[in-house]
């Protein structure tokens, strides 16, 4: 009896994958067949679309573009291409003007697109100015067509729309005739909506046969589904399979008759039977050790099994979980069920995140991971899954993105403030300056010594203000003003800025050097106003013999390294900034952004920095001697790193009192 009963259930499994694969091989038949008719009705769409955009150039070419020609050209081509419904010309209002043949669609002519309910897809064609679908139309005598509208452009906007309308069925019923010789039942979907239907299948064929290809519509997406007909259905119908079964089946009795040699295969499965119960007990301990809640369910989300953890985390007893629909127990069960389903066709599923519901109505964030588990012959049969509760996580990652975004919010608003309250002072302080000056012009010397003393206070003060509201709006407009970064000839860029500072330089006698320099990814604009600012402070920042200032350039993937160790005294950059040392352990990384960018150096032989302050000069306004010893407004420092800051690069400063001062900053080769 056991060795029938075995054999038969062999028999039975070959047999029904006999069959499956019959209805793999007529399913993939059909999906052939469906393939061919969705591509070849693309194909027609897309030469109706090319005839009705080359109608749209015929017609522009001529210089007489009255509706009398426009009626004439579209009479021609309804006619040479029947599946034309109609051809509307809609002016650049939307509004349907002339429409060929007039008869019939008398209704469309002052039809306003806009006012249609496709007017969406009309609204698409009317902002990109490109060739696409305006949607699904009911036909005035009867059934439907879609619409492909070719916009008619002059001088970057649309002066109007050649709108044809095509049936569908016609175009459907060849591609059915060509590819499936009727033997299929065609369903043609846009969105949820069935277009056009050639009939229906049984509830057996839709089950096990049915077929959905995607279909491109000019700029749309539709879909098409394939079902056999009664007819096809039946010849797959056969008793051969039915055949097979019996035989086998006959055989199988037969073969049962040897039970004799079965007998010590019976005492193997008991001994087998033990083990299994042995490794049942083991797995079981294992499952059980897991705080986190830990589930087994079937292909159809069944439950089959849960840990203490699960029974602990939904308040329930095991029996009245097992049975039950896995997605019953997460707040969102469409979600839970695609879970599902995701495990079973891709084999696993990794950190799905969900929200579990527990005892109490309380609700766990959880990170739901997956595996399918097989039979001895390799076939799925169920899958293990488990949950980790993320809540805390999740509640500190949206805090600290909130934290990130009040902070961007913050710093966005503080910018904001320091470019209008700058830009607003403008105003009122040069009218102080005209009237302090014309002061100063007109009365000086009339009245006593004090009073031109304080004339010439109140004239520096304004002065002294209008150089730092400038410095403010220059140091507010770097992030906010700056050109797109683009490839800057460095050479070039130097020459101008030297010219700039022609005067100055010629003054202070100071012999200004260069290395070659490169070109890299930059708004020239602000990398001028960099090296203006550097060459400038070590001009004004000179001892008393001859300066000398150099500029270079090396790749940093080359000289980088032996510069950070060169500069282990440990020199930050500004406020947030990494130390000079730490530059060889950020070019080691290789997703560090300047490991391929160039370090740039202005070096000079002035009165040099205390290292204790190399960090305070590049905030603003902070400054190391006063405005009477060295001129300015302490912001051009401040505004030098914000440059560099903007390029995705890092800048500071080695000096020593007495010895000079060479500034380093980076310019990545492109910014991240």
């Not at 210089?63 to 040479?80: G, L, P």
């Not at 003007?97 to 496709?118: F, K, Q």
């Not at 749309?220 to 394939?226: D, G, K, V």
């Not at 910018?415 to 302090?436: C, G, I, K, N, W």
Request: aromatic share 8%.
């Amino acid at each position: 009896m056991a060795v029938f009963m075995l054999l038969a259930l062999i028999t039975v499994l070959v047999w029904q994958r006999d069959v499956a694969h019959k209805r793999e091989i007529f399913k993939n038949h059909i999906a052939s067949c469906a393939n061919d008719i969705a591509r070849g009705l693309e194909f027609s769409v897309d030469n109706h679309t090319a005839v009705l955009e080359a109608f749209k150039d015929r017609w522009l070419d001529r210089t007489d573009r009255s509706q009398e020609r426009f009626e004439a050209f579209a009479d021609i081509h309804t006619k040479r291409f029947p599946d034309f419904e109609a051809i509307y010309y809609v002016d650049h209002t939307g509004v349907v003007r002339w429409v060929v043949p007039s008869e019939g669609n008398e209704a469309a002519i002052c039809t306003d697109l806009h006012d249609h309910p496709n007017a969406r897809y009309f609204v698409e064609v009317e902002q990109s100015l490109k060739t696409g679908s305006t949607g699904v139309v009911k036909l005035a005598g009867g059934g439907v067509g879609f619409s492909v509208c070719v916009p008619v452009v002059g001088r970057g906007k649309a002066v109007g729309y050649i709108n044809g309308i095509l049936r569908v069925h016609p175009l459907v019923a060849r591609q059915v005739a060509k590819h499936s010789k009727g033997e299929f039942h065609l369903h043609l979907i846009f969105g949820k909506d069935v277009i056009l239907s050639t009939g229906e299948a049984t509830a057996r064929a839709r089950d096990l046969y049915s077929v959905n290809m995607p279909l491109r519509v000019v700029n749309q997406r539709w879909r098409l589904e394939l079902l056999p007909g009664q007819e096809l259905e039946a010849r797959m119908k056969t008793v051969l399979p039915l055949i097979s079964l019996f035989l086998g089946l006959l055989m199988s009795a037969g073969l049962g008759l040897l039970i004799f040699f079965l007998i010590q295969r019976i005492e193997q499965h008991i001994q087998a039977k033990g083990k299994f119960s042995d490794l049942y007990l083991y797995n079981r301990a294992l499952i059980e050790a897991s705080l986190d809640p830990l589930v087994t369910f079937d292909k159809k989300g069944l439950i089959l099994d849960v840990n203490e953890a699960m029974i602990r985390a939904t308040g329930k007893r095991r029996e009245k979980l097992v049975g039950t629909p896995f997605e019953d127990y997460f707040t969102d069960s469409k979600r839970a069920h695609e879970g599902v389903q995701e495990v079973f066709k891709a084999g696993k599923v990794k950190d799905y995140e969900l929200v579990m519901k527990g005892r109490d109505k309380a609700e766990t964030v959880v990170l739901y991971n997956a595996s399918v588990y097989k039979d001895q012959n390799g076939k799925i049969v169920g899958a293990f899954a488990a949950a980790r509760d993320v809540t805390e996580q999740k509640r500190a990652e949206e805090a600290l993105a909130q934290k990130a975004e009040e902070l961007a919010r913050s710093n966005a608003e503080l910018q904001q403030f320091a470019y209008v309250a700058s830009h607003d002072l403008q105003e009122p302080l040069r009218m102080v300056a005209s009237y302090t000056q014309l002061l100063a012009r007109r009365y000086k010397g009339r009245l006593d010594s004090d009073a031109d003393e304080f004339i010439a206070y109140a004239v520096d003060g304004v002065t002294r203000m209008q150089e730092l509201i400038h410095s403010l709006l220059t140091y507010s407009r770097v992030g906010t003003h700056g050109k797109d970064l683009e490839p800057t000839d460095c050479e070039a860029l130097l020459e101008r800025t030297l010219a700039n500072l022609k005067m100055t330089i010629e003054e202070s006698g100071a012999d200004v050097t260069r290395d070659a320099l490169p070109t890299v990814m930059a708004d020239d604009v602000q990398l001028g106003q960099l090296f203006q600012n550097l060459i400038g402070n070590a001009i004004k920042f000179r001892n008393q013999g001859p300066l000398h200032v150099h500029v270079t350039a090396r790749p940093i993937a080359e000289c980088g390294v032996r510069n950070a160790e060169r500069t282990a005294c440990g020199v930050r950059s500004a406020e947030g900034g990494v130390l000079a040392s730490d530059l060889n352990s950020e070019i080691q990384n290789p997703k560090s952004k300047i490991q391929n960018g160039w370090l740039f150096s202005v070096s000079d032989n002035g009165i040099g920095i205390d290292p204790e302050h190399a960090g305070r000069i590049f905030k603003v306004f902070q400054r190391l001697h006063t405005r009477h010893e060295c001129p300015g407004t302490g912001i051009g420092l401040a505004i030098c790193r914000k440059i560099v800051e903007r390029h995705g690069g890092r800048i500071w400063v080695e000096s020593e009192p007495g010895k000079g001062s060479t500034f380093y900053f980076t310019i990545p080769q492109k910014k991240e």
